[in-house]
């Protein structure tokens, strides 16, 4: 099997879907984590019935939003992982690893459609880390 095998053109629209499908989930949960949070932000006046919010409460509130914050982060960033792979099935150059060239084997892509690199080119990036 040479390394420059290409995907045929059915392989390619079911990643295709695959990626817009994670797509769509992924932008929903961003909607909705921003509206949680502006919501949060209208009820967080720090009175409550006329009694101030404890620290611990104003902490864990604090805290939550941080880590809304961060999932939306990540959130980002695999939307535009998502972006790029879209792109190189158009360019015809999704399901060769970006480091060496090499086909990516079907498992790691059905796994992660959206990874630009094959497994051992993978580790030697995140060794480098």
């Known amino acids: ?11 390619l629209e079911a990643y295709r879907k695959m990626l817009l499908k994670i797509k769509e989930e992924t932008s929903h949960d961003i909607k909705q984590m921003a509206s ?5 932000k209208k009820d967080s006046s720090g ?6 919010l ?10 939550d939003r941080e880590f809304s914050l961060g999932l939306a982060s990540n959130d ?3 939307l535009h ?6 792109k190189r099935i ?3 150059t999704f399901g060769f690893c970006s480091e060496c060239s090499k086909s990516i084997p079907s498992a790691r892509l059905k796994a992660i459609p959206y990874t630009e690199t094959c497994l051992k ?4 990036i995140e060794a480098r880390r």
């Open 47 to 52: 009175d409550v019935s006329g009694h101030a």
């Open 76 to 78: 980002r960033e695999l």
């Open 54 to 63: 404890h620290m611990a409460d104003v902490a864990s509130d604090m805290y």
């Open 36 to 40: 949680d949070n502006s919501a949060d």
């Open 121 to 124: 080119c993978q580790e030697k």
């Open 90 to 92: 158009d360019e015809s």
């Open 81 to 86: 992982k998502v972006e790029m792979a879209l």
């Open 1 to 11: 099997m040479p390394d420059k095998q290409r995907l045929d053109k059915r392989t």
